[in-house]
């Protein structure tokens, strides 16, 4: 399927072989005088069809019935076009970054990769507002949600360790920021992604991402390795950024692997609002009109026959 065209309900084209089984068997077991060899004695039947009093059936009707049903079970299926607004609401969907400033990833020499992955991120989100957030012992919404990527991308540049004052790493402050950036602008359900190489992260974080899933968003986590960072520092931690990604129902990558993350992100506002339970916002339903075509073929079983 093309993201212009999908299928809502495909499991329903799963009548479509019953159908052509039942047809089949219609076709070759009936008999083209139905019940009525059971009815009438076999030599009286013989005597009428010999005076061309009998004459067998047609099985047009059983085509008709085995069509109409086709349609209904494609219609059923939900053959469904995106809407060519749905672009246009800049409510529906949003992406918010969540910037890691905190000493260690300031200082350990991967802060400008970790800028350009967002700058990426940006641009993957197509035509979706963007914001982003600077979080070390606080945090901060330092560009609104935007879809001007060359302002976006000015911010960006000047972000860097002496940004936020508040020492430490608090990224529960940010998640918690991120989810009332997207609750004042009204989004259906958006992306939160987390660069970050996991420092803080505690119980406060894993209700922050429970809590933005439960209101039909998303978090993904990007790690950001350190390798800069002297013996006694903190190590990055991977695989509790893999397990918050997994609790916010998104997806987790690295700085030299943020293939899953940008993928997710870059899902069209159509696709994404589907997967939030928010289909009819993005997708236009043509299965009520194929099986009002079913209609058809039955009204042709009400014809007069001579």
């Given at each position: ?150 302002s976006l991308s000015t911010i960006l ?42 420092g803080g992260l505690d119980d406060a ?95 042709l079983l009400f014809r007069r026959s001579?």
């Amino acid at each position: 399927m093309t993201e212009a065209f999908t299928l809502l309900r495909p499991w329903w084209l799963l009548a479509l072989p019953l159908l052509g089984l039942l047809a089949w068997r219609a076709a070759h077991l009936s008999a083209p005088l139905g019940d009525w060899v059971k009815a009438v004695e076999p030599h009286l039947m013989e005597a009428l069809q010999a005076r061309g009093a009998v004459r067998p059936g047609r099985r047009v009707g059983q085509g008709l019935l085995v069509g109409a049903a086709a349609l209904v079970a494609i219609g059923l299926a939900g053959p469904a076009r995106e809407r060519r607004d749905v672009a246009g609401f800049r409510n529906l969907d949003a992406t918010i970054i969540a910037l890691d400033l905190s000493r260690s990833v300031a200082e350990g020499g991967r802060l400008g990769e970790a800028r350009a992955l967002t700058q990426g991120l940006a641009e993957a989100a197509g035509t979706k507002a963007v914001a982003v957030v600077a979080y070390a012992g606080d945090a901060y919404l330092v560009a609104t949600p935007t879809t001007d990527r060359d302002s976006l991308s000015t911010i960006l540049f000047a972000l860097d360790g002496a940004t936020v004052p508040d020492r430490g790493s608090h990224p529960a402050r940010a998640l918690a920021l991120a989810r009332r950036t997207l609750a004042e602008a009204a989004v259906v359900t958006g992306d939160v992604v987390l660069v970050s190489d996991g420092g803080g992260l505690d119980d406060a974080t894993s209700r922050e991402a429970s809590a933005l899933r439960e209101e039909g968003h998303r978090l993904h986590t990007v790690l950001v390795p350190d390798p800069a960072l002297p013996p006694e520092a903190p190590r990055p931690d991977g695989s509790g950024l893999s397990r918050l990604a997994t609790l916010g129902g998104g997806s987790a990558g690295s700085l030299d692997a943020p293939g899953p993350v940008l993928a997710a992100v870059s899902e069209t506002v159509a696709h994404h609002l589907a997967e939030g339970g928010y289909t009819v916002l993005a997708w236009q339903d043509l299965g009520r009109w194929l099986a009002g075509l079913a209609l058809l073929p039955v009204l042709l079983l009400f014809r007069r026959s001579a």
